[in-house]
Every structure is written in structure tokens, then in C-alpha cells.
């Protein structure tokens, strides 16, 4: 059986943007907001797309890394309209091994849809 892993790029814009003034935003972006005199409560639109442009550069720097590596094993990298999805020839368990092995199975996690128990769900059937 082929393993394929359904890789995102980044969110809804609203779901992005949201991420930057909703709940626990990450001290960085605590940062980012005190250097403009403001906090994500009062933060203006331009400040949470500055923290956007910075969560995205660094996220699609790390998925850069992951497709680096995985395309060194051998495994296919397909881009689909908003997502990419990766394949190779070895089986899930297979699989996992050898990202873990290479060092980049945890960034796999950060882009691969998850269960509720934060299990990566594998890509089954004839559109993943």
C-alpha cells in the first residue's frame, strides 16, 4: 500500500488572521504587538498581518525542509489547489519510520491533518 500525506500550506485567511489576536496568541506575537504600542485585543489590521507575514514565512520555511527531505527519499510531492499532497511507495508505519529517521517527522505533524487525539490521518481512497 502507497502512504500519502495530505500537506497544508496555511489556513483560511480568516482562520490565519485569527490565529494572531484570538485566545493564546505566542509571545513573539505578544512581542510584535508591544513594539506597536498595542496588544491582540486592540491590535489594528495591520499589525495582525505583520505577525501573519511573520507565522507564514517561518511555517512555510519549516514545510520547505520537510519537502526537501522527503523528496531526497524518493517520495512524489503533488500540489493541489490548496493544499500538496506527498506519496511514496512504502506503507504508513513504513513511512513514518523514515521521517522520523530523517529527522522530519514532526514537521509532517505540524502540516498534516490530525485526529482528535493528534494522530496524523493518512490520505486513503482515490482523492486524499
Request: aromatic share 8%.
Amino acid at each position: 500500500m502507497m502512504a500519502r500525506l495530505k500537506l497544508g500550506l496555511y489556513a483560511t485567511p480568516r482562520d490565519e488572521l485569527a490565529n494572531t489576536v484570538d485566545g493564546d496568541v505566542p509571545d513573539w506575537i505578544e512581542s510584535l504587538y508591544e513594539s506597536y504600542g498595542t496588544s491582540a485585543e486592540r491590535a489594528p489590521a495591520s499589525a495582525s498581518v505583520l505577525a501573519l507575514a511573520e507565522s507564514l514565512g517561518y511555517r512555510l520555511r519549516k514545510l520547505s525542509v520537510l519537502l526537501s527531505k522527503m523528496e531526497a527519499l524518493g517520495w512524489s510531492i503533488k500540489p493541489r489547489e490548496w493544499d500538496l499532497v506527498a506519496s511514496t511507495d512504502l506503507d504508513e508505519t513504513e513511512a513514518q519510520a523514515q521521517l522520523e529517521a530523517a529527522g522530519v517527522w514532526v514537521l509532517a505533524r505540524l502540516h498534516a491533518p490530525v485526529d482528535k487525539d493528534g494522530n496524523v490521518r493518512w490520505s486513503h481512497g482515490l482523492v486524499p
